[in-house]
Structure formats: structure tokens, C-alpha cells
């Protein structure tokens, strides 16, 4: 059975950093793509960033570009997002999400961990 | 970037009716869209990708169409697990932007 499981959110005041962790089981980590998608308390969804399998193809909102940086370590089967000089509309609730994309590059996002909570305030 | 809007915002429906929602984007994604569902205090889950395509497990009663700009989910024989919000999201292009939402609750 596939599971994400996400850690290291928490409270954090603006400027200040935080590392989220991903742990993946149930399929093989390395072949598949991910995001991260975060949801501020009772608002939508936000897509974060992408990495690819592979790690050669990497993208950001520019909302975050140039402060969050995503990796992956596929020996760990972990995804990771450094999250730095933190906003106050960067709270919310931050998910990794499995990305299904096809050898077309279709993308869809077939597998969510339950999300950790990250909170920016002073 | 490209943007998606989503209407109705909200909407309440009975068990039993059929309910159609509408996502637009503002260019032409061709049928670059997937929906996913998400109940209160759990994750989303995908329900169909590339406009039509349910995901395994997805009853029958789900149903995605449109191309370029328009798209619709539609829910027939709504049953009591279905009250949630529905978010459209294109990908055809980062970033991948994700419609409003909108929330389907009981009349």
C-alpha cells in the first residue's frame, strides 16, 4: 500500500527556517516524480513545487521561488522542502503529493500524505 | 500563468440528485485537467485525470468532460460520501494551478 508521510512542520516566526520531510513507502520511491501543495487554514490549494524522478527537473511557484529549495533522496525514500525566510502566507497545511506523470508528461497527483502543519507567526 | 476559475463556488444538493461542476481555465489547456476530491481534515484525492479518466477505485457515478478551456465534473446519483470540495487543476504548464474549489454540501 502506498503512504506519504510528512514531518517537520511547526510554529516558526517570519525569517525564519524550517526542513519538511516526506517518507515514502509501498512503491518503488525512485521511479516517480513529486510536489508539494499546501492549503492555508480553510482555503484552497496551492501547488509548491516538482521534482522528477530523476532530479533533473525541478519547478517553483513564484511564491516561493528562491526561498523553499525541494530535493529528494531516493536511497532514503524521502522528499524534502527547506523552507526559508518564511512568510506569514506561508501557514498552512503542506502536502507531498506522488506524481503519476506518464512518459506523454502528463502530470496528476495520485497519492497525498495527511500534511503537516506549518504556522508563521511572530 | 495560467489561471482557473470554478463555478459554482457552492452548492447544496440532496442524496439522489445529479450535480455539475464548472472549472475554466484562462487559455487553452487542452485536456490537460484533473479534478480531486477532498473531505474536511483529510487530504485530497484524485478523481480524474486528463479530463475524463476516473482513477481506479472511483465509482461510476463521477464524470469528467470539456477540452481547451471548459470542463465540467459531473455526479450523478449523489450519495452521502460525495458532500466535499472539488478542485479542478491544470497541467499542462507550471505552475500547476489548481481552480477555487468548489464545495458541495447538503440541502
Known amino acids: 500500500e502506498v503512504e506519504l508521510v510528512e514531518s517537520g512542520g511547526g510554529l516558526v516566526q517570519p525569517g525564519g527556517s524550517l526542513r519538511l520531510s516526506c517518507a515514502a513507502s509501498?512503491?518503488?520511491?525512485?521511479?516517480?516524480?513529486f510536489n508539494w501543495v499546501r492549503q492555508a487554514p480553510g482555503k484552497g490549494l496551492e501547488w509548491v513545487s516538482y521534482?522528477?524522478?530523476?532530479?533533473?527537473?525541478?519547478y517553483y511557484a513564484d511564491s516561493v521561488r528562491g526561498r523553499f529549495t525541494i530535493s529528494r533522496d531516493n536511497a532514503d525514500n524521502s522528499l524534502y522542502l527547506q523552507m526559508n525566510n518564511l512568510r506569514d502566507e506561508d501557514t498552512g497545511l503542506y502536502y507531498c503529493?506522488?506524481?503519476?506523470?506518464?512518459?506523454?508528461?502528463?502530470?496528476?497527483?495520485?497519492?497525498w500524505g495527511p500534511g503537516t502543519l506549518v504556522t508563521v507567526s511572530s | 500563468d495560467l489561471q482557473m476559475t470554478q463555478s459554482p463556488s457552492s452548492l447544496s444538493a440532496s442524496v439522489g440528485d445529479t450535480v455539475t461542476i464548472t472549472c475554466r481555465a484562462s487559455?487553452?489547456?487542452?485536456?490537460?485537467l484533473n479534478w480531486y476530491q477532498q473531505k474536511p481534515g483529510k487530504a485530497p484525492t484524485l478523481l480524474i485525470y486528463?479530463?475524463?479518466t476516473l482513477q481506479s477505485g472511483v465509482p461510476s457515478r463521477f464524470s469528467g468532460g470539456g477540452s481547451d478551456m471548459d470542463f465540467t465534473l459531473t455526479i450523478n446519483n449523489l450519495q452521502p460520501e460525495d458532500f466535499a470540495s472539488y478542485y479542478c487543476?491544470?497541467?499542462?504548464?507550471?505552475?500547476?494551478?489548481f481552480g477555487p474549489g468548489t464545495k458541495v454540501d447538503i440541502k
Open positions: 487543476q491544470q497541467s499542462y504548464d507550471t505552475p500547476f494551478t
Open positions: 486528463f479530463t475524463s
Open positions: 521534482i522528477s524522478s530523476s532530479l533533473r527537473t525541478i
Open positions: 509501498g512503491f518503488t520511491f525512485s521511479e516517480y516524480s
Open positions: 503529493a506522488r506524481d503519476a506523470v506518464d512518459t506523454s508528461g502528463y502530470h496528476s497527483l495520485d497519492n
Open positions: 487559455q487553452t489547456i487542452y485536456t490537460y
